[in-house]
């Protein structure tokens, strides 16, 4: 649409240029300088005087036979009586009476000062010299007129009128002058030819301004037309520029500086241009044009290549000039009702200060210009169309605030206050405000029916455009000749129930591979960016930049690539989004809807999910192709329901629900109120990896593992390993998108793993438990009270049996450093202080029941606080009742840690003190204080004394040692020892 209007434009200002030009070349050649003799060196014989007629004097006769020679007259210009000025040859030629003289089949040849020839042909003339006269005073062509311009100086002769040479061809029924007057008119019908230009009128009056020899007015009569042909035209026009600079035309009549003079032109009334079918009516046409010495500035028309067949700037073998059969204007055509008036301008008009030559269509009366394309339906209103040809600009504009409009069907409406465009440089503008609305089927069903608004666009200070050039001007062959659009102030665009409020917005444009049309290739925003589509989500950013894609066979348009800068702010539901950059690909899914393919984001990225789910991060990454999610940071971080996951970089698979680390990190819960142990708080960290798949409820950590938890600051246990492998409740993901929400993620069992023995640097899995007291003479200012110390190659706990196994050899340490009271300790025998199992085989531990199987070279040390002596026990298999260890099931931890019983088996060893004893099983109850030891049949129980020179021996010992009596019973005796 752009290319018809600037076409339509420039087609019609050039088309009345180029009359205005024909029509002074013409009346100007006609009056040509007084003419005087010619220096004859050979007259010839005298014609006969009694041929002349009587009504002529002799003295008149004679004057004409001396310019008359072979039936040619001459004339030479008086000021500079060597160059002829004009001739006039004839068939012959009759004096007439009252000095009248009649010519038959003149054919007249008159040269212009600037080097032009005006060639004029009739069936006959008449004029009227007076008595004393050297030349006609009025006079007329009849019959055939035809009047030839040419360029460069052409003779009478045979080969002295040839068609190449001929810049215009003016054909009229007669022609009349009055050199008294200054005048030269017409009643007849005129018709114009000329490269590009085939143009009609009916009658003229010329005025003159002999003194100066220059046209001082030119009025038609009503009615005209003019057809142009743009190629032929622009060729004519671009080869009088270069032979003006050639001949050095402008540098003045006599070689001073040149002669300068303005004309402006008026063509009135039902002014209708066409141009292959996009037509222009205004009220009237106006031309000013600023000349050199009678012709036009070498410079007065910018050259442009507006036909080009394609781009050629890359240095190609096409011509720049080629015409374009498919794009580029055939024809145009100029009509009108009213006058062509051409005036000469004592000033230079307001329109020639930047030009030499400029045009207007206005609509004084109408109020508006309409222009107007067939094919496509499309129009624009305005108050007038102005076209510089110096400066090669085009301009529309509006009035008010109704400004222009224009309209496009199924495309789009627009109203703005104006548009100016540059033809070299391919630069336009729309200053002030404009809008810009979807309609038809551009506008979509929905908005037909009036169920949403129509797209829409709108800015508050400016448009400016950039149009393809090649060759030095705007290529209108080109499908996408119109590149850029850019709005600034403002500018609000609203799409079904999205708006996007911008500062400033660029559109880019494309050729599309379905239309001639060109398509949206991409959309820059910047500034204070805010878009709102409701339910669908909002987004602020202080850029956005916008890709676009045909896809499909219907080259449907479609984002395919979204990026944010600065500030950006996204949110949807109870989810939102904020980075400094995110970056987002689109596609259009089978249904057609567009969908993501890859997200981005970076820089201060967080991410709140409506679960409650906070995500931080450096970065952020989604495939939704692959399925997968990745934060990076320093450390990322994820947080929820009091907990925080940190690590450089997490991976997630939505497809099968793995959640994989492979990086140093983190967790922390910093708020459990509800959980099995009655932890407040508890962390983990490891140095390789994590993968957690949410399907089985399944988490390995790698590396150096740690594990702790914390009920206060007097209550702390720890983990540590090298590898940790947890089961929590599987498919918590799946139960939540059914509704369970509130469902919690439980601790099924934990996995720890220590570092293989086979390792010049093994390490043990281990597992601590420590209790605080405060003591303000610490430096810490709290004190160690009790400690469990639980290490093996690996700890396995299940939460379902609430057991937890050592499968090889390990070892248990409990510390009490409690002080109990003087009564608590004559109750029973004080196992206070340390204790410490070793075993060479496994562990099981039943959390519940306080109980402890050890199998394998079971070693028991135990020293109470103070005491020098260590009490020794090995054997092949011992279980062990502890209380004091918290329990999975919530067991009180009010009592401290420590050795309520034992029952050992298998190769019995004890020592207590300097008593050693040896026995196939023991039993010990620390509430009792007893220690039962027991041999299988056919052994017997050994205890060595230290006063006894001999072992003293039996099938069962019982020893009290809170009264450090040992009873023997053997086969229904009973023996008491010391």
Same mark, same amino acid.
């Given at each position: 649409?752009?290319?018809?209007?600037?076409?339509?434009?420039?087609?019609?200002?050039?088309?009345?240029?180029?009359? /205005?030009?024909?029509?002074?070349?013409?009346?100007?050649?006609?009056?040509?300088?007084?003419?005087?003799?010619?220096?004859?060196?050979?007259?010839?014989?005298?014609?006969?005087?009694?041929?002349?007629?009587?009504?002529?004097?002799?003295?008149?006769?004679?004057?004409?036979?001396?310019?008359?020679?072979?039936?040619?007259?001459?004339?030479?210009?008086?000021?500079?009586?060597?160059?002829?000025?004009?001739?006039?040859?004839? #068939? *012959?030629?009759?004096?007439?009476?009252?000095?009248?003289?009649?010519?038959?089949?003149?054919?007249?040849?008159?040269?212009?000062?600037?080097?032009?020839?005006?060639?004029?042909?009739?069936?006959?003339?008449?004029?009227?010299?007076?008595?004393?006269?050297?030349?006609?005073?009025?006079?007329?062509?009849?019959?055939?007129?035809?009047?030839?311009?040419?360029?460069?100086?052409?003779?009478?002769?045979?080969?002295?009128?040839?068609?190449?040479?001929?810049?215009?061809?003016?054909?009229?029924?007669?022609?009349?002058?009055?050199?008294?007057?200054?005048?030269?008119?017409?009643?007849?019908?005129?018709?114009?030819?000329?490269?590009?230009?085939?143009?009609?009128?009916?009658?003229l009056k010329a005025i003159i301004d002999e003194a100066n020899n220059r046209l001082a007015s030119l009025r038609t009569g009503e009615g005209g037309r003019v057809q142009v042909t743009p190629t032929d035209f622009r060729e004519r026009a671009s080869s009088e520029?270069?032979?003006?600079? =050639?001949?050095?035309?402008?540098?003045?009549?006599?070689?001073?500086?040149?002669?300068?003079?303005?004309?402006?032109?008026?063509?009135?009334?039902?002014?209708?241009?066409?141009?292959?079918?996009?037509?222009?009516?205004?009220?009237?046409?106006?031309?000013?044009?600023?000349?050199?010495?009678?012709?036009?500035?070498?410079?007065?028309?910018?050259?442009?290549?507006?036909?080009?067949?394609?781009?050629?700037?890359?240095?190609?073998?096409?011509?720049?000039?080629?015409?374009?059969?498919?794009?580029?204007?055939?024809?145009?055509?100029?009509?009108?009702?009213?006058?062509?008036?051409?005036?000469?301008?004592?000033?230079?008009?307001?329109?020639?200060?930047?030009?030499?030559?400029?045009?207007?269509?206005?609509?004084?009366?109408?109020?508006?210009?309409?222009?107007?394309?067939?094919?496509?339906?499309?129009?624009?209103?305005?108050?007038?169309?102005?076209?510089?040809?110096?400066?090669?600009?085009?301009?529309?504009?509006?009035?008010?605030?109704?400004?222009?409009?224009?309209?496009?069907?199924?495309?789009? #409406?627009?109203?703005?206050?104006?548009?100016?465009?540059?033809?070299? *440089?391919?630069?336009?503008?729309?200053?002030?405000?404009?809008?810009?609305?979807?309609?038809?089927?551009?506008?979509?069903?929905?908005?037909?029916?009036?169920?949403?608004?129509?797209?829409?666009?709108?800015?508050?200070?400016?448009?400016?455009?950039?149009?393809?050039?090649?060759?030095?001007?705007?290529?209108?062959?080109?499908?996408?000749?119109?590149?850029?659009?850019?709005?600034?102030?403002?500018?609000?665009?609203?799409?079904?129930?999205?708006?996007?409020?911008?500062?400033?917005?660029?559109?880019i444009l494309k050729p599309s591979r379905v239309s001639e049309q060109p398509t949206l290739s991409r959309i820059v925003l910047d500034g204070d960016i805010k878009a709102d589509a409701g339910e669908d989500g909002r987004l602020t950013a202080t850029r956005l930049?916008?890709?676009?894609?045909?896809?499909?066979?219907?080259?449907?348009?479609?984002?395919?690539?979204?990026?944010?800068?600065?500030?950006?702010?996204?949110?949807?539901?109870?989810?939102?989004?904020?980075?400094?950059?995110?970056?987002?690909?689109?596609?259009?899914?089978?249904?057609?809807?567009?969908?993501?393919?890859?997200?981005?984001?970076?820089?201060?990225?967080?991410?709140?999910?409506?679960?409650?789910?906070?995500?931080? &991060?450096?970065?952020?990454?989604?495939?939704?192709?692959?399925?997968?999610?990745?934060?990076?940071?320093?450390?990322?971080?994820?947080?929820?329901?009091?907990?925080?996951?940190?690590?450089?970089?997490?991976?997630?698979?939505?497809?099968?629900?793995?959640?994989?680390?492979?990086?140093?990190?983190?967790?922390?819960?910093?708020?459990?109120?509800?959980?099995?142990?009655?932890?407040?708080?508890?962390?983990? *960290?490891? /140095?390789?990896?994590?993968?957690?798949?949410?399907? *089985?409820?399944?988490?390995?950590?790698?590396?150096?593992?740690?594990?702790?938890?914390?009920?206060?600051?007097?209550?702390?246990?720890?983990?540590?390993?090298?590898?940790?492998?947890?089961?929590?409740?599987?498919?918590?993901?799946?139960?939540?998108?059914?509704?369970?929400?509130?469902?919690?993620?439980?601790?099924?069992?934990?996995?720890?793993?220590?570092?293989?023995?086979?390792?010049?640097?093994?390490?043990?899995?281990?597992?601590?438990?420590?209790?605080?007291?405060?003591?303000?003479?610490?430096?810490?200012?709290?004190?160690?009270?009790?400690?469990?110390?639980?290490?093996?190659?690996?700890?396995?706990?299940?939460?379902?049996?609430?057991?937890? /196994?050592?499968?090889? +050899?390990?070892?248990?340490?409990?510390?009490?450093?409690?002080?109990p009271s003087e009564e608590a300790r004559r109750a029973t025998v004080s196992l206070k202080g340390t204790t410490l199992f070793e075993w060479d085989g496994d562990v099981t531990m039943r959390r519940g029941e306080g109980k402890i199987l050890m199998r394998r070279?079971? =070693?028991?040390?135990?020293?109470?606080?103070?005491?020098?002596?260590?009490?020794?026990? #090995?054997?092949?298999?011992?279980? +062990?009742?502890?209380?004091?260890?918290?329990?999975?099931?919530?067991?009180?931890?009010?009592?401290?840690?420590?050795?309520?019983?034992?029952?050992?088996?298998?190769?019995?060893?004890?020592?207590?003190?300097?008593?050693?004893?040896?026995?196939?099983?023991?039993?010990?109850?620390?509430?009792?204080?007893?220690?039962? &030891?027991?041999?299988?049949?056919?052994?017997?129980?050994?205890?060595?004394?230290?006063?006894?020179?001999?072992?003293?021996?039996?099938?069962?010992?019982?020893?009290?040692?809170?009264?450090?009596?040992?009873?023997?019973?053997?086969?229904? #005796?009973?023996?008491?020892?010391?």
């Amino acid at each position: 649409m752009t290319r018809r209007l600037i076409a339509l434009g420039a087609a019609g200002v050039t088309t009345l240029l180029a009359i /205005t030009l024909i029509g002074w070349v013409v009346f100007s050649g006609v009056t040509a300088p007084d003419p005087v003799a010619p220096i004859i060196d050979d007259l010839g014989p005298a014609p006969d005087i009694g041929e002349i007629h009587p009504g002529i004097s002799a003295t008149q006769a004679e004057r004409v036979i001396d310019n008359a020679q072979d039936g040619q007259l001459t004339w030479m210009d008086p000021d500079d009586e060597d160059r002829v000025a004009s001739i006039i040859e004839y #068939e *012959t030629l009759e004096p007439q009476p009252a000095g009248r003289m009649r010519i038959e089949l003149p054919r007249a040849w008159m040269y212009t000062i600037g080097g032009m020839t005006i060639y004029v042909r009739a069936d006959s003339a008449s004029w009227q010299q007076p008595p004393g006269s050297n030349q006609p005073e009025s006079g007329r062509f009849i019959g055939d007129v035809e009047i030839h311009v040419m360029e460069g100086r052409h003779e009478p002769g045979a080969g002295g009128l040839r068609d190449e040479d001929r810049l215009a061809l003016v054909r009229l029924d007669s022609l009349s002058f009055d050199f008294v007057l200054g005048e030269v008119q017409t009643d007849s019908k005129v018709s114009v030819e000329a490269p590009g230009i085939d143009a009609s009128f009916n009658g003229l009056k010329a005025i003159i301004d002999e003194a100066n020899n220059r046209l001082a007015s030119l009025r038609t009569g009503e009615g005209g037309r003019v057809q142009v042909t743009p190629t032929d035209f622009r060729e004519r026009a671009s080869s009088e520029s270069e032979a003006d600079r =050639r001949s050095g035309a402008g540098d003045g009549e006599s070689g001073g500086a040149p002669v300068e003079d303005m004309y402006a032109l008026l063509l009135s009334d039902d002014v209708l241009v066409d141009v292959d079918g996009s037509t222009l009516n205004a009220d009237r046409l106006e031309v000013w044009a600023r000349l050199l010495d009678g012709r036009l500035h070498p410079d007065a028309i910018a050259p442009l290549a507006t036909d080009q067949a394609g781009d050629t700037t890359d240095g190609g073998s096409g011509s720049s000039n080629r015409a374009s059969s498919s794009s580029a204007p055939q024809s145009g055509l100029l009509t009108w009702s009213g006058r062509i008036e051409i005036r000469r301008l004592d000033q230079s008009p307001d329109e020639l200060s930047t030009q030499h030559l400029a045009g207007r269509f206005s609509s004084p009366n109408t109020g508006s210009v309409l222009i107007s394309d067939a094919e496509t339906g499309a129009s624009v209103r305005c108050l007038n169309v102005t076209h510089g040809f110096t400066s090669a600009v085009f301009s529309i504009a509006g009035r008010g605030s109704a400004g222009v409009n224009l309209t496009i069907p199924d495309l789009a #409406e627009a109203i703005v206050s104006g548009i100016e465009v540059d033809l070299r *440089t391919g630069i336009g503008e729309m200053p002030g405000p404009g809008v810009v609305t979807a309609v038809g089927n551009a506008a979509g069903e929905n908005a037909l029916r009036g169920a949403i608004p129509a797209p829409e666009l709108s800015w508050q200070e400016r448009c400016d455009l950039v149009f393809k050039t090649s060759a030095g001007s705007i290529d209108f062959s080109a499908p996408d000749v119109l590149k850029e659009a850019m709005f600034q102030g403002e500018v609000l665009g609203r799409y079904e129930q999205m708006t996007v409020r911008s500062d400033f917005v660029r559109a880019i444009l494309k050729p599309s591979r379905v239309s001639e049309q060109p398509t949206l290739s991409r959309i820059v925003l910047d500034g204070d960016i805010k878009a709102d589509a409701g339910e669908d989500g909002r987004l602020t950013a202080t850029r956005l930049d916008v890709h676009f894609s045909e896809v499909g066979a219907d080259a449907t348009l479609t984002p395919t690539l979204v990026t944010a800068e600065g500030r950006v702010r996204g949110s949807r539901g109870g989810s939102s989004l904020r980075a400094e950059l995110a970056e987002a690909q689109l596609h259009r899914d089978a249904q057609g809807e567009i969908a993501l393919s890859t997200f981005k984001a970076d820089s201060d990225v967080v991410v709140t999910h409506d679960s409650g789910v906070e995500a931080f &991060a450096d970065s952020l990454r989604l495939d939704m192709n692959e399925r997968l999610a990745s934060l990076r940071g320093a450390p990322a971080q994820i947080r929820m329901e009091g907990g925080v996951l940190m690590a450089a970089l997490m991976e997630f698979d939505e497809e099968t629900r793995v959640l994989t680390i492979n990086a140093p990190g983190e967790i922390q819960y910093s708020d459990l109120k509800q959980n099995s142990l009655g932890y407040t708080s508890a962390g983990m *960290t490891w /140095t390789g990896s994590l993968r957690y798949d949410d399907t *089985t409820g399944l988490a390995e950590f790698l590396g150096d593992c740690i594990a702790t938890a914390t009920a206060n600051e007097l209550i702390r246990d720890t983990a540590r390993g090298q590898r940790m492998v947890v089961q929590l409740t599987p498919d918590l993901t799946v139960e939540a998108k059914s509704g369970e929400d509130d469902r919690r993620a439980e601790l099924l069992g934990v996995s720890l793993f220590g570092m293989s023995d086979e390792l010049d640097d093994p390490a043990p899995a281990v597992i601590e438990s420590r209790r605080y007291v405060v003591d303000v003479n610490a430096a810490s200012g709290l004190r160690l009270s009790r400690l469990v110390y639980l290490e093996g190659p690996s700890v396995e706990t299940d939460a379902a049996t609430n057991t937890v /196994t050592i499968p090889g +050899a390990g070892q248990m340490l409990l510390e009490d450093r409690t002080n109990p009271s003087e009564e608590a300790r004559r109750a029973t025998v004080s196992l206070k202080g340390t204790t410490l199992f070793e075993w060479d085989g496994d562990v099981t531990m039943r959390r519940g029941e306080g109980k402890i199987l050890m199998r394998r070279r079971v =070693r028991l040390r135990q020293k109470p606080p103070g005491a020098e002596e260590v009490a020794q026990l #090995e054997c092949e298999r011992l279980e +062990a009742t502890i209380g004091g260890i918290p329990s999975i099931d919530g067991s009180s931890e009010d009592d401290p840690p420590s050795l309520l019983g034992v029952d050992c088996s298998g190769a019995v060893y004890m020592a207590l003190g300097e008593r050693q004893l040896i026995a196939d099983g023991l039993h010990y109850d620390r509430l009792q204080g007893l220690a039962e &030891a027991t041999a299988a049949p056919g052994n017997i129980v050994m205890l060595f004394e230290p006063t006894q020179g001999i072992p003293l021996s039996g099938s069962v010992l019982r020893w009290d040692l809170v009264r450090d009596r040992i009873e023997w019973f053997d086969a229904g #005796e009973t023996t008491f020892g010391r």
